[in-house]
C-alpha cells in the first residue's frame, strides 16, 4: 500500500508552500530545487498554474483543466518547457506526514491511500 | 548567518560594476531586515543616488506572505520611500543568493541586472529600451531560457519619467506609488531579472519547520481575501456590487510565494473567463492587482473587459493603475482605447496616486522589517507578533525579542498604507 497524494489544482493558489516543505524534507533548508511536487508556473501571462508531483511509476500533472497521470517515460499531453524540472527530481517517498499537504493552506493537496 | 543569503550586492550604474559583500552578523542583529535594512543601506550610499532592494529574514521561508522592499528618495534630500512588493520576487531574490541589492549612480546605456545563483551581471538593454514590460519580461525570459525568472521590470513610462511610472513584477501592475519606474528609467536600469535556485539553511531547521506549518495551520484561511475586490477595498459600501460586475470576467484568482491568500485576480476578455486550458490564445488577459483601480472602473461605468484591457495597458507601460485610471475617468472614457489615449496623450500629467499613508500597525511595521507581506498581516489575525518573533529566532538563532523588533523599524520613514501591495 502506498500513499499517494491527490491533488484539486482549481484549490491551488500557485503559492508554492508544497514545494519548500517538500524541499525542505529532502534538504532540511529552504529551496525551489530538489522537491518531488514542483509549482507549474510557467505560463503565467495566461494564469495558467498547477503541480507537477512525480512518484516512483508516475509522473502527475495537475493543471486546471485537469489531471493527468502518466507512467514515467510516456508523454504528457501539451507538455511545455516549464515541467521539464520536475524529471530531474527524485521521486515521492511517501513520507507520513505529508508535509506538503500540512504545507498547502488552501486543502488543494490531500493524502489518500491506494493499493 | 542563518536563514540569510548573507550577502549586499553594491551595483554601481555609472562604473559598471557589481560588488558583492557579507551581510555581517552584527548589521543583521542591529536593522533585521527589510526596510530597515534598506534605509540603513540608502543612508550609507546617500550621496550616490541609491535604490535599495532588500528581504527580510522571513521572506523565502514557510512564515505566511514573503515580501521584497523597494526604497528610495525622490529627489536630493527626501525623504526614503518605500513599497513592499510580493509574487515571487522577494523570494526569488533572496535564493539568487542576496539579500539586498543597493543600485546606484546612472548607467551611460541601458542595461539590465541579471542575479542569479550568487552572480550578478550587467547585461545590455539597448535591445529592450522602448519595449513594454510584458515584451522585456519575455525577452529576458527568452534569452535566459527560463520562463520562472522573476522580472522587476520597467515600462516606457519609467524610461519617459513619467511621475506616475511604477516598477512591474513580470507583467503585472504593483503597489509602487512612489515613482519608482522613473527612478529606475532615470538610471537607465530597465530591469532587475531574478532567478533564485540556492538554499536557506535555518540554526533549528526542524524547529523552525514545525513552527512555520503550526502558522499556517492556525491562519483563518476562510476569511482571508478571496479576489482583487474583497482583499483590498472590501470595506468600501460598493465592493459587493463590483464583485458582482467583475465575476463574468473572472478567471482564477491567484495568490503569492508562500501565502494563502487570493488577493490578486486574473480576468479574460481575449476568450471565454472560463476558459480553463492553455489555448492558442497567448494573451488572454491580466491580472489586476489593486483593487482600488478596479472600483474605480466599476464607479466609472467601465465594462469589465474594458476594465482589464485599461490595466493592461497601465501594466505594460509601467503606469501605476490607480493614476492611469484616474485621468481615463476624470478624461469620459468608457473604454480602454479612450482611456489609453488619454494617457499618452499627456504622459507628464499621469501622477501618482495616494502614494502615502502611514500605519502605526505594529505588526504591519514589523512585517516590513521581516520580509512579511503587510497585506496578509492587516487581514489575518495570526500569526502574532511573538510567533513571527520565534521563527525569526528559531531560524536565525538570534535573540531578538519585541523592543529589539520594535527599535529596528521605529525609525523606517515613509510608510504607506497595506491596503495595497
Known amino acids: 500500500m502506498t500513499a499517494h497524494l491527490e491533488i484539486d489544482p482549481l484549490l491551488c493558489n500557485g503559492c508554492g508552500r508544497c514545494e519548500i516543505a517538500c524541499g525542505h524534507y529532502r534538504d532540511e533548508g529552504y529551496t525551489v530545487t530538489s522537491s518531488s511536487i514542483l509549482l507549474y508556473r510557467a505560463d503565467e501571462k495566461k494564469n495558467y498554474f498547477g503541480l507537477l508531483y512525480k512518484t516512483e511509476d508516475e509522473l502527475v500533472a495537475a493543471r486546471p483543466d485537469g489531471v493527468q497521470v502518466r507512467r514515467q517515460g510516456e508523454p504528457v499531453e501539451d507538455s511545455s518547457p516549464g515541467g521539464k524540472p520536475i524529471l530531474l527530481r527524485p521521486p515521492c517517498d511517501a513520507c507520513d506526514p505529508a508535509p506538503c499537504a500540512r504545507a498547502c493552506m488552501a486543502g488543494a493537496i490531500v493524502v489518500a491511500e491506494r493499493v | ?149 522573476q522580472v522587476l521590470a520597467v515600462g516606457p513610462a519609467g524610461e519617459r519619467g513619467v511621475p506616475a511610472a511604477q516598477v512591474v513584477a513580470n507583467y503585472w501592475s504593483t503597489a509602487d506609488a512612489n515613482g519608482f519606474g522613473a527612478v529606475l528609467g532615470a538610471k537607465n536600469l530597465k530591469a532587475v531579472a531574478m532567478r533564485g535556485l540556492g538554499i536557506l539553511d535555518a540554526e533549528e531547521a526542524e524547529e523552525l519547520f514545525e513552527h512555520s506549518l503550526a502558522m499556517g495551520e492556525a491562519v483563518a484561511t476562510a476569511a482571508l481575501p478571496g479576489n482583487v475586490i474583497q482583499g483590498l477595498v472590501g470595506g468600501a459600501p460598493d465592493s459587493a456590487a463590483c464583485d458582482e460586475w467583475l465575476a463574468p470576467a473572472v478567471h482564477r484568482g491567484k495568490g503569492c510565494f508562500s501565502c494563502p ?38 464607479r466609472g461605468g467601465f465594462s469589465p473587459e474594458e476594465a482589464g484591457r485599461l490595466l493592461e495597458g497601465a501594466a505594460r507601460r509601467g503606469v501605476q493603475p490607480q493614476a492611469c485610471v484616474a485621468v481615463a475617468v476624470s478624461a469620459g472614457a468608457h473604454t ?61 538563532g538570534m535573540s531578538l525579542d519585541a523592543a529589539g523588533l520594535q527599535a529596528a523599524h521605529a525609525d523606517v520613514a515613509g510608510d504607506l498604507s497595506p491596503r495595497v501591495v
Open chain 2, 1 to 149: 548567518m542563518y536563514l540569510y543569503a548573507e550577502h549586499i550586492l553594491v551595483v554601481d550604474l555609472k562604473a559598471s560594476t557589481a560588488i558583492s559583500g557579507s551581510f555581517e552578523d552584527e548589521l543583521a542583529e542591529e536593522v533585521i531586515g527589510g526596510a530597515a535594512l534598506a534605509e540603513r543601506l540608502l543612508a550609507e550610499h546617500a550621496d550616490r543616488d541609491p535604490v535599495v532592494l532588500a528581504t527580510g529574514p522571513l521572506t523565502g521561508t514557510l512564515a505566511p506572505g514573503g515580501s521584497l522592499c523597494v526604497m528610495s528618495r525622490l529627489g536630493e534630500g527626501g525623504a526614503p520611500l518605500h513599497v513592499p512588493l510580493t509574487l515571487f520576487l522577494g523570494s526569488e531574490l533572496k535564493y539568487s543568493g542576496f539579500d539586498a541589492v543597493v543600485i546606484l549612480g546612472a548607467s551611460a546605456a541601458p542595461v539590465y541586472l541579471w542575479l542569479h545563483d550568487g552572480i550578478a551581471v550587467l547585461e545590455d538593454a539597448s535591445q529592450l529600451w522602448g519595449l513594454d514590460t510584458w515584451e522585456t519580461s519575455d525577452t529576458i525570459k527568452t534569452a535566459k531560457g527560463d520562463e520562472v525568472i
Open chain 2, 261 to 298: 491568500c487570493r488577493c490578486f485576480t486574473y480576468v479574460k476578455y481575449n476568450e471565454p473567463a472560463d476558459e480553463l486550458r492553455s489555448t492558442d490564445v497567448a494573451e488572454p488577459g491580466c491580472l489586476l492587482t489593486d483593487g482600488e483601480a478596479v472600483l474605480t472602473l466599476f
Open chain 2, 336 to 396: 480602454a482605447a479612450d482611456g489609453l489615449a488619454a494617457i499618452d496623450g499627456d504622459p507628464s500629467s499621469v501622477t501618482p496616486v495616494a502614494p502615502m499613508a502611514g500605519t502605526s500597525d505594529e505588526r504591519v511595521r514589523a512585517g516590513y522589517v521581516l520580509g512579511v507581506c503587510p497585506v496578509f498581516l492587516a487581514t489575518s489575525e495570526s500569526p502574532a507578533t511573538e510567533e513571527l518573533l520565534e521563527a525569526v529566532r528559531l531560524g536565525t
